[in-house]
């Protein structure tokens, strides 16, 4: 096990008392032999008791979830996560420490409006984590600037420390167990001293790491952060693979859990099939991304459309007319603003159809035209009145723009979109183990 006394020594002398930066803690032995525990009492850490425990006298450590990367599903597993650990815990705690995106929310506590990290409003708001307040679940924003304020001495390390410690000891004191999601993979948060890493041994948590489907490139992404934890001396709890492509399930659950097992004595906690649902952006989703709004049908800005079902309209009125009477029902189509044909087509065809009734109208259409050189014509707009049923969105983005940008966005789970958030919990917690998760975070 490496040694610390160096960096130890570099920390101020009033973050050594009490409640240390690196506090004792099981110690743990992460390398290619299985897993040596040492049983170490926690010194400051509170019996938690709960009705839903198998044993009264166990401590649960706090779970760290960080990924290998962006975009591999760390808070739909965050999600997930809590789900469960609310039916096995009565109360259950939640924080990220280190955040960058945020949004104003109110504290009750305080009595004013904050800035906390979006993440932390959808697990709050969806599983109605009442008894934390926001101002101790979001200590660390990271905005723009704050990089170089840090480097240029301006926003210390030591308060930064002394934030996430004492937001943290707050959400413990009320809970029976904590979920604490990171923010990307590992390393994430080193310019400013506060990577998920280190954070993660300032809390005395376990990590679980999070990666996308397959074997090679996925093992060595997490080799890279398994290494990084060795480093702090933070123990893994196991590992969770998402996405995995449904031919390929069995094969990759199978020989990811053997290496593992054999290379790093950790266990596969879960392995997730794919489901493209998941990633289909939302009406919403577009709006956020091009910076509009919907022109008409606001009650289906959540609607979802699959990438795969966008189609371009380069044809005559009558070939699309054609297609979107048998295609896809929800297809996404993207014209020119300057065709207006297509334009007027498409709402009289929402019109015939509500009259007919011969099928549900969910197609929605994108218009696309760069700004200062093509825009709709005012008789043309004129003429979304009243077409509640049938969404338009006008962007100021080419074509080709436009398609590039949805084919590259990802998609990100938010409160609104209930729908989705639902979906993504009912499909992802039955294929982690809690109960090997629990016995592996227990001291």
Request: hydrophobic share 35%.
């Amino acid at each position: 096990m490496m040694s610390f006394a160096p960096f130890l020594n570099n920390i101020p002398a009033t973050l050594r008392m009490g409640r240390s930066l690196f506090r004792l803690r099981p110690s743990f032995s992460i390398s290619a032999t299985p897993l040596t525990v040492v049983s170490v009492p926690h010194p400051d850490s509170h019996q938690r008791t709960s009705s839903f425990s198998t044993s009264k006298t166990k401590r649960q450590r706090p779970i760290f979830v960080a990924a290998t990367k962006q975009h591999v599903g760390k808070t739909t597993t965050s999600l997930a996560l809590m789900s469960g650990l609310q039916k096995r815990f009565p109360k259950v705690g939640f924080i990220k420490p280190v955040g960058q995106q945020h949004v104003d929310v109110f504290s009750k506590t305080l009595g004013t409006y904050i800035q906390v990290d979006k993440d932390i409003c959808l697990l709050k708001e969806q599983f109605h984590l009442d008894h934390i307040d926001y101002r101790h679940m979001s200590p660390v924003i990271i905005p723009r600037g704050y990089t170089k304020k840090y480097i240029d001495g301006k926003i210390s390390f030591d308060d930064q420390v002394k934030e996430i410690d004492s937001a943290f000891s707050e959400v413990d004191k009320a809970s029976d167990v904590v979920l604490i999601e990171g923010t990307g993979h590992c390393a994430v948060g080193s310019i400013v001293n506060v990577n998920n890493a280190k954070v993660a041994n300032l809390l005395g948590a376990s990590m679980l790491l999070i990666a996308n489907g397959g074997l090679g490139s996925a093992f060595d992404e997490l080799e890279l952060n398994r290494v990084l934890c060795q480093h702090y001396d933070v123990p893994i709890a196991g590992v969770v693979i998402n996405k995995v492509l449904p031919d390929k399930y069995e094969q990759t659950k199978h020989y990811m859990a053997k290496a593992l097992s054999d290379q790093w004595g950790v266990p596969l906690l879960g392995c997730v099939p794919d489901r493209p649902f998941l990633g289909c952006p939302a009406l919403a989703d577009l709006e956020r991304l091009f910076k509009s709004e919907l022109v008409c049908g606001f009650d289906h800005r959540y609607r979802h459309y699959n990438v795969k079902d966008m189609n371009l309209i380069t044809t005559s009125l009558t070939r699309f007319l054609e297609n979107i009477r048998t295609k896809h029902p929800r297809t996404l189509y993207i014209c020119h603003v300057t065709r207006d044909d297509i334009i007027l087509g498409f709402m009289a065809e929402y019109q015939r159809n509500r009259r007919e009734e011969e099928r549900p109208f969910e197609a929605a259409l994108l218009v696309c035209g760069r700004k200062g050189k093509y825009q709709m014509a005012e008789e043309v707009k004129d003429m979304f009145e009243g077409l509640d049923g049938a969404p338009v969105l006008v962007v100021e983005y080419s074509t080709h723009e436009a398609m590039k940008l949805i084919h590259d966005y990802t998609p990100k789970l938010n409160i609104d979109d209930k729908n989705r958030v639902r979906k993504a919990v009912e499909h992802y917690e039955p294929y982690i183990d809690f109960e090997e998760l629990l016995r592996r975070t227990s001291e």
